[in-house]
């Protein structure tokens, strides 16, 4: 299984860099979904210099106070816009895989250690693949490991995270018309041991806010075997500075196997250092309801991530802090390295 996974990686790489090049000889334009909110973004010089700002057949031109005011708001949307998909896209993110509509795909190998703890490695696995013919709007996936399981026992090696991995494998579409929702409906096996066939639905949002950049997303999903998974995720980004940004995520999730609700708020601040170098700052807390509504675990970590090979190759460095329920809150150490081996049309610009 490990030597295939790779082999599918190597394949999309070459396939993607392929259609990289046919896409930029063709010039076509980019898609229009909620995950491309930025691109609907006027350019505040654009802005600044039009004559048709809020003008409706013989209305009064804007005042001078009315055009500035445009052009600072479509300045603060189109930066927070921007920020939020560095970010995104930098840092790995679930939600970037979410959103994009290219070929894409990531392999991610971690290993962490704990004080009084045996070392532990896991691997996740995304693939996207475009379909061709289809206008993006069906693609090919592959999803192996959960970023968002922490009470998983891990693997003792990465070769063996990558065996252990149960994979999601089916097509998904993306729904016209549909507004300012991104709706995606799919279809799937898990292969794990038994086949397990599914099918499953998503709808992101995006809105803007004011100062703020709003992005929700809620999916259900029905396995035959293991029954029903539902999601929902509400992030409110808010950039602070030129290279800062803050983000606070709210999550909820019910899973028929585990019999159980899993309620995350996590804060996080993300730092550009510079185009090779970001940091990330993140706070929280995760609530289930086995067997009453208690804090499971506070926790506080700090995420240093490096582009170490040009555009596909990123390490990232977690130490955190864990204060955890079943130790009576005392705090405990933890330590990861992650590497993230990507391919993709937006980490090949």
């Known amino acids: 299984m490990a030597s295939g996974l790779l082999l599918v990686l190597v394949l999309l790489s070459g396939s993607a860099l392929g259609q990289s090049s046919a896409d930029e000889s063709a010039g076509r334009a980019a898609p229009e979904n909620a995950a491309q909110i930025a691109a609907d973004t006027p350019d505040p010089a654009d802005t600044e210099d039009s004559d048709e700002i809020d003008s409706r057949g013989d209305a009064e031109a804007p005042t001078a ?47 962490t250690w704990e004080s009084g703890e045996d070392a532990q490695a896991d691997a996740r696995l995304r ?13 090919l996936f592959i999803e192996g490991g959960d970023p968002d399981d922490v009470v998983g026992a891990g693997s003792e090696t990465v070769a063996e995270a990558i065996e252990d991995n149960d994979y999601n494998i089916g097509l998904e579409g993306q729904l016209k018309n549909t507004g300012q929702w991104d709706v995606r409906p799919a279809i799937g096996v898990k292969a794990a041991g038994p086949p397990d066939p ?146 993709g049309a937006r980490y090949r610009e």
């Open 65 to 111: 106070l009315e055009r500035m005011v445009v052009v600072m708001h479509g300045g603060i949307s189109a930066g927070v816009e921007k920020s939020a998909k560095f970010v995104d896209s930098f840092f790995a993110d679930d939600r970037f895989y979410a959103d994009v509509t290219e070929t894409y795909a990531r392999l991610s190998l971690q290993s």
């Open 127 to 139: 693939v996207r693949l475009d379909l061709p013919g289809t206008e993006e709007r069906l693609r």
């Open 198 to 343: 599914f099918v499953r639905a998503r709808a992101i949002r995006y809105e803007q806010l004011g100062d703020w950049l709003m992005r929700f997303s809620a999916g259900a999903a029905e396995y035959l075997d293991d029954g029903t998974e539902l999601l929902t995720r509400l992030d409110f980004d808010r950039r602070i500075a030129e290279d800062w940004l803050f983000r606070s995520t709210s999550r909820a999730r019910y899973r028929d196997e585990q019999d159980r609700i899993e309620l995350l708020q996590q804060f996080s601040l993300f730092q550009k250092y510079n185009d090779r170098v970001g940091f990330g700052y993140d706070v929280g807390v995760r609530v289930d309801d086995d067997p009453d509504w208690d804090a499971d675990q506070y926790f506080a970590q700090f995420r240093a991530r490096f582009r170490a090979y040009r555009k596909w190759l990123y390490l990232e460095a977690k130490p955190e802090f864990l204060f955890r329920e079943e130790d009576d809150y005392s705090a405990s150490f933890r330590f990861s390295l992650r590497a993230d081996i990507v391919f």
